[in-house]
């Protein structure tokens, strides 16, 4: 059974998804107090966490970045509805996927299992016939230990970034729109005014430097999606 922790205020909500949840399968434990959240999603291992921005004692914002600093577990953001900066903020700070308040189970269920989804097929792809390393310049993915490096030093990325990266090496050089990457990374098709995966993007541009050398090293295709550039000499 997957275990899941919920972590919101809202105690109404909270046993919502209990018994909603529970039915679909999932064991839910309920949290409402950001300080206690981040400490128990620390101390036990949980498959999902679903994690609220209005919280009290540690809003939801510092519960990510505390729980973020020693733990990958994918994490689905409750923000409220139309608070674009809410939910930038939360992806830019290791969220896998956000949803707006108020939302229906169903689709909190459907972000869930596209979750589990891309988390199988990734480990499935590992376990058969996917290369162990990618090496596309100054930068080595390790698919084995989930380990990227640049210039031999380690470089820590969330689950989403990981992914993602792994999609542009294997692809290096050529274009991929937006909604299949949206489809691969996140499990998910494309919704209107998602800006989700140019988020994540965003932020893997950061941690592995803008460029190399004078080459951009993932490019944006305006319009369509991205590249991930290959370094002259290599193809």
């Given at each position: 059974?997957?275990?899941?922790?919920?972590?919101d205020d809202?105690?109404e909500?909270?046993?919502?998804?209990?018994?909603?949840l529970?039915?679909?399968g999932?064991?839910?434990?309920?949290?409402n107090?950001?300080?206690?959240?981040?400490?128990?999603?620390?101390a036990?291992?949980?498959a999902?966490?679903?994690?609220d921005?209005?919280?009290?004692e540690?809003?939801?914002?510092?519960?990510l970045?505390?729980?973020r600093?020693?733990s990958?577990?994918?994490i689905?953001?409750l923000?409220?509805?139309g608070d674009?900066?809410d939910?930038?903020v939360?992806?830019e700070l290791?969220?896998?996927?956000y949803?707006?308040?108020?939302?229906n189970?169903?689709?909190?269920?459907?972000?869930?299992?596209a979750?589990?989804?891309?988390?199988?097929?990734?480990?499935?792809?590992t376990?058969?016939?996917?290369?162990?390393e990618?090496?596309i310049g100054?930068i080595?993915?390790?698919?084995?230990n989930?380990?990227?490096?640049?210039?031999?030093?380690?470089?820590?990325?969330?689950?989403v970034e990981?992914n993602?990266?792994?999609?542009f090496l294997?692809?290096?050089?050529t274009?991929?729109?937006?909604?299949e990457l949206?489809?691969?990374?996140?499990?998910?098709q494309?919704?209107?005014y998602?800006?989700?995966?140019?988020?994540?993007?965003?932020?893997?541009?950061?941690?592995l430097g803008?460029y190399?050398?004078?080459?951009?090293r993932?490019?944006?295709i305006?319009?369509?999606?991205?590249l991930?550039?290959?370094p002259q000499g290599?193809?």
């Open positions: 059974m997957t275990n899941i922790l919920v972590i809202d105690i909500l909270c046993d919502l998804l209990s018994d909603y529970g039915g679909e999932f064991s839910i434990t309920t949290i107090n950001g300080k206690q959240g981040a400490d128990e999603a620390l036990t291992e949980y999902l966490l679903v994690l921005v209005m919280l009290p540690m809003n939801g914002f510092d519960v970045r505390k729980i600093t020693k990958a577990v994918p689905i953001m923000t409220a509805r674009d900066i939910r930038i939360g992806l290791g969220a896998d996927d949803l707006p308040k108020p939302f189970p169903r689709e909190l269920v459907a972000r869930i299992r979750i589990q989804r891309r988390t199988d097929s990734a480990n499935q792809a376990a058969a016939t996917k290369p162990s990618l090496c100054d080595t993915l390790n698919s084995t989930r380990c990227v490096t640049r210039d031999d030093i380690k470089i820590t990325l969330t689950s990981f993602l990266l792994e999609i294997s692809r290096a050089g274009v991929i729109d937006r909604e949206v489809e691969l990374v996140l499990g998910r494309l919704q209107a998602d800006r989700s995966i140019d988020v994540h993007v965003s932020a893997l541009r950061k941690k803008h190399e050398g004078d080459i951009e993932i490019r944006t305006r319009s369509v999606g991205y991930y550039s290959l290599q193809n």
